[in-house]
């Protein structure tokens, strides 16, 4: 299978031409296959918004190459199919939405791209379908919620018809309560549509979600693997400054203690269980 | 005496109109002098609404509230000083920054309290220390500094005031692990230290019942519980009908019992968890 | 709360004027204004003044909020009618040293004052019934001809957009700005010009921070989605002239003759 998105010996320096350049990616080797789900963890500052931002060519490498289906993101003439194809959404739900109307926003990146008007208003009913925010097509943005904002941020996006959404830490700023629909919104969109997901978080209960977990510290890629074999490495983890889930981190302790406890628990089912065998065994 | 109370504490807004709306409805409350206090709801549940009362930066509809016993509306041109012992740090905190100099600005608060320079000066260095800011940070630009350490230079800025009580509204919003769990850190120390009341909003059961000795409850508009930690969160079953939960840890063990396993269900962290399995299965001893 | 400030003031309807082509409603709108200037008697004035009220009822607007817009004019009526009233000279009717009032002046005063009063309710008629996005949208369609003399007419429609997305956001922040500076004894209510313009440093400069903070995500968030200007667009929404647009000329029109005859045939009454 061709990668969606790739990654190979990625540099990235801020600054470059200047004498303060910082280096904040080291030789970082990544890629992403159609209708996956990847989650990016790392600490503020570790560099995982610098990744995503040289996959629809908002960051162009200093050093190594960046592919979008096969294009190379420094080609410019390829610069809007690039971004056609890799929708992002930020962390901030209010700073991205242009428009006075839910649904003229949804319809900003198609009358961009200069999509007839039928199909734009086919396309973006449909989009708002998606993420469950139709009935609110003729609202003001600063009457929803931050959910639904960020809601709207993501059928804007997906209404250009994107292979792959990469999203920046797109809960960071939301209520569990938005968070929830948020990250349900995204699941289905990787189940039901396959579209391709690269979510960068800082919280360990998402990632848990994803089929596939790369952990990012000072600029490298530190781990890339199923999330049960991400957060069985409890220690690594914590001394990047990142969460466990305590289920997790439970079942760590104890088979530090000495307790047969079984390999890759991620979720609190998976925890009662192997206790209780624990417990009904003494 | 309680440090703060209410009495029947109701707000409405948009009074007179057909969006006449509750935001808080008959609230009654006695905190107490040096409780550190976790505050929990929904986004609308009224929590925001009830601690700007506590400061007076919003004025209740109807009922009242009381700092030390005295009630804080009695009289109107005091309520500044209201605001310089109920210190109130708001969520994202690092945006109300404004001086040139992270100085300039913790001292902002205990300037307008009319102090003399050498108490102000006394004042921010130690607000300063509390939060973890080394000296030299002091005359940089507040501008410069990483999002976690302007958020420590704008708690800094309210701590400086010497508050009784300090409010702080989700301040760990948008920060990563690390930056959450230093910021919490520091908060728990100051308040070791200085034995004052907090108030800590949260949308986080992990962290309520890591530093938190009491749960206060919001929902929809009024008080749904107020009790201790282990009281509060061993009601599992109606925190989880008012969508609220409680940390993953402890929804284990009550799913443990619920299974007919002999234990209990008051934990709230892994240590604890470890522990008490550990004990159950006669390793008590092999526990550090 | 600053929060409660209505933006616009759309007056949300399905009625004949809200379903007007916003493009025939600025158009007519300046005719209006144009018919109550070049108007000179008393039987244009009822003319014109009742097909304002007739619309204002197919519009369902209630009377408080016509009254509403022409609350701020008040004191602009006062002071070009005191203007009027003293100094057009004209058959003396009241003398007292050098003041005097002519007939000429009063009639003046009273046609200028309608005349402000019925503009004013007049354009507020184009708000109350036309959204902020339509308007901005109708405008950028309306000055499209002068893209030829290199006018920026998309930029400046798009800046019209973001300002109306954008003012609600600021106020909200704006109040929690102050409501943070409050907590920390910033002093917003008393003290003298000088002092309150001070104690408003701490307000304004973390709001243009956060303005400009707020620019520069939606910049990025706006090329993520594939803008370039205007070069290329197409809109979702299309406008379409329809027969409802066909009869409003025809009524703006005939009214327009009427004033014109009347000014003919009319002209000494009054």
Redesign the interface.
Known sequence: MEELLKAEHLDFVYNEDQQDGKQVLFDVNLSVSPGEFVAVLG???SGKSTIAKHF?A?LLPSGGTVYVKGIDTKIEEKL?EI??NV??V???P????????V??DV???????????DE??RR?DEALKTVGMYDYREH???QL?GGQKQRI?IA??IA?RPDCIVMDEPT??L????RREVLQTIQKLNRSSHTTVVLIT?F?DEAVQAGRVVVVDDGKILLDAPPKEVFSKVELLKSV???V???A??AF??KQ???PMPDGILT?EE??AA??K??KE? | MPVIKTEHLTHLYSVGTPFEKAAIQDVNLEISQGEFVGVIGHTGSGKSTLIQHFNGLLKPTAGKIFLDGKDIWENKSEIRAVRFHVGLVFQYPEYQLFEETVYKDISFGPKNMGLKEDEIDARVREAAALVGLKPEVLEKSPFELSGGQKRRVAIAGVIAMEPKVLILDEPTAGLDPRGRDMILGEIQQYHQEKKNTILLVSHSMEDIAKYATKVLVMNQAQVYAYDTVEAVFSRVEELRALGLGVPQITRVFYQLKQDGMNIETNVYSVKRAKQLILEKLGKGGDAQ | MITDITIGQYFPGKSFIHRLDPRIKIILTIVYIVILFINQGVFGFVLSIGLLAVMYLIAGIPIRMILKSLKPVIPLIIFTSVLNIFFIGGTVIWQWGIITISWEGIRLAVFMSIRILALIAGSSLLTYTTSPIALTDAIERLLKPLKYVKFPVHELAMMMTIALRFIPTLLEETDKIMSAQKARGADLESGGLIRRAKALIPILIPLFISAIRRAEELALAMECRCYRGGEGRTRMKQLHLGGRDAVAVGVMAACLAGVILMNLFLPTVL
């Open positions: 600490h503020n500052g629809n908002i809007f971004r056609q929708g992002m930020f962390q901030n209010d700073n991205q939405l242009v428009a006075t109307v649904e003229e319809a900003f990146a198609l009358e961009n791209l200069g999509v007839p008007s734009i208003r973006v003001a943005p600063h919620s941020a804007g996006v250009m960071a700023m209520d569990p309560k938005g800082h360990m400054g990142l969460d889930p305590q289920a981190e439970l302790e104890l203690s000495g307790i609190e925890c009662v206790l209780e624990l417990l003494k």
